[in-house]
């Protein structure tokens, strides 16, 4: 208590130690996005058994959401303009002043930016940002920020080894000048807690989804006469889950007596594996750091084959496990390696830009034929998966999705000479 008592201070030494501290605030703040920025690049929020930087600096450095958001944003544009650093450490400008600048920052604006933007308060920098950039008039409605996953739960452990974290931290360093990965976005909807057991719920719908909630208060109103939105909201929640348990894990009241069994090599996961390994892991990530920490990932969750299917791994309970989608490829990364993952990633991603040209092919036919653009969008979709065919088949494809039978005169519209 001693330490922090100041009575004892003469009103000069009380400014100077003001002064002083807050200069080392801001060399210490600079200094923190460093390191914040070189631990987002080297993504070791992976190995410490945590899928975004995000949860990391919530749950691990424990910070606020909103400070583990500014801070994040703010390493990661200053680990590509550095100058940054310098005018957060020497005071010309604040955290705050960082992330509002952040979307409007190029090589060729920095500079000015910072300039103009050194030593001015945060109003001044949003009237500054308005007279260079300015936006609509109309009021954005809903804001993204990064969703952060649910608390960990460290009595739980990963029915398998996990790969060396100091070995595939190294591994993963990407570009020094490249920015961190960004993680999944959510809808600002508040969820607050009011009382014991007892939330508010703020959310902004559109016409689509009020149109939907007054239809299913009318269609509800025998057993929910006076239309309460929450009752509805939890028949509506009801329903859903029960709709998309049994996608995610295969959940069913009426299980086969004989399971299918398992092939070694094949990705396919049989159901009755899929609900035993979702009951046992609890629908949590299961990575586990070398100190022990469990990943507290609910969102984004795969099942994970301890012995990879390339090299003949089989899909029983006892080799499946639950992962989230960032430790899932920092466990390729380990098995394979940084490099051959990136390859594949990249083939994967040009296999699915050129499925999409070639299925956009499709849809000019399709709208000579007469049907409507949001019509010939959906059919054309359905020949990705044939981006190599010939032309012709591919019309045929999207008219079998569109019609049981295609026009007799699909064939004569392909050859109009």
Not at 47 to 53: D, E, H, K, L, V
Not at 130 to 143: D, H, I, N
Not at 301 to 311: M, S
Request: proline share 8%.
């Amino acid at each position: 208590m001693r330490a922090h008592s100041l009575a004892h201070l003469s009103d000069g030494e009380l400014l100077r130690d003001l002064a002083a501290l807050l200069a080392h605030d801001r060399t210490t703040t600079a200094a923190l996005l460093a390191h914040l920025a070189e631990v987002d690049a080297r993504r070791l929020y992976l190995p410490a058994a945590y899928p975004s930087m995000f949860a990391y600096c919530v749950h691990e450095l424990r910070l606020s959401e909103d400070a583990a958001y500014n801070r994040i944003q703010a390493a990661r544009v200053a680990r590509q303009f550095p100058i940054i650093f310098d005018a957060v450490a020497d005071g010309r400008l604040h955290l705050s002043g960082v992330v509002m600048l952040a979307p409007y920052l190029t090589a060729e604006t920095v500079a000015p930016l910072l300039q103009a933007a050194a030593h001015k308060t945060k109003s001044e920098i949003e009237l500054l940002v308005a007279e260079r950039f300015p936006r609509s008039e109309m009021l954005a409605l809903v804001e993204a920020i990064p969703g952060s996953p649910p608390t960990a739960s460290r009595d739980l452990l990963a029915p398998g080894q996990v790969c060396d974290p100091c070995a595939a931290a190294r591994r993963a360093v990407p570009d020094p000048q490249a920015p961190g990965p960004v993680e999944p976005v959510v809808p600002r909807s508040k969820v607050t807690p009011v009382a014991p057991q007892r939330f508010a719920l703020q959310l902004t719908m559109g016409q689509a989804m009020q149109d939907k909630l007054r239809y299913a208060q009318e269609l509800l109103s025998h057993q929910i006469p006076s239309g309460d939105v929450a009752q509805v909201l939890e028949r509506a929640l009801d329903a859903l889950i029960a709709k998309l348990e049994p996608r995610k894990f295969a959940a069913t009241r009426k299980p086969r007596p004989r399971p299918r069994p398992a092939t070694a090599g094949r990705r396919h996961i049989p159901a009755a594996v899929k609900r035993a390994v979702w009951q046992r892991d609890g629908g949590q990530c299961t990575f586990v750091s070398a100190a022990g920490q469990r990943c507290p990932a609910r969102r984004l969750i795969e099942f994970d084959h301890l012995d990879p299917v390339a090299r003949g791994g089989q899909a029983t309970v006892d080799r499946i496990q639950l992962r989230c989608r960032a430790h899932n490829q920092f466990a390729a990364e380990c098995t394979f390696g940084t490099a051959f993952m990136d390859n594949k990633r990249q083939a994967a991603r040009a296999a699915r830009a050129s499925a999409a040209a070639a299925a956009q092919d499709v849809v000019p036919w399709l709208r000579r034929l007469g049907f409507r653009a949001d019509e010939a969008r959906r059919a054309a979709a359905h020949c990705e998966t044939i981006p190599d065919a010939p032309l012709e088949e591919r019309v045929r494809v999207a008219l079998s999705f569109c019609c049981p039978r295609p026009p007799s005169h699909s064939r004569a519209v392909m050859n109009p000479t």
